[in-house]
């Protein structure tokens, strides 16, 4: 399972949104809107995910 990646991609921007979802989009690793990456599927990215779920468009990499 921890070699399952996650394809990440920001689609709205965190600009007016609370400071703790701007940190979990930014421990991501995602800096812009469109910006991909990829992350490794770990309970802790996971929570980060669905906690700025509304932002993000989520995909199997």
Do not use: F, W
């Not at 991501?28 to 468009?57: A, C, F, W």
């Amino acid at each position: 399972m921890a070699d399952n990646k996650l394809k990440v991609t920001l689609v709205k921007s965190t600009i007016g949104r609370l400071k703790n979802h701007q940190a979990c989009v930014r421990g991501l690793g995602l800096r812009r809107i469109n910006h991909s990456v990829e992350v490794i599927d770990t309970p802790e990215n996971r929570g980060m995910i669905n906690k700025v779920q509304y932002l993000l468009k989520v995909e199997e990499a």
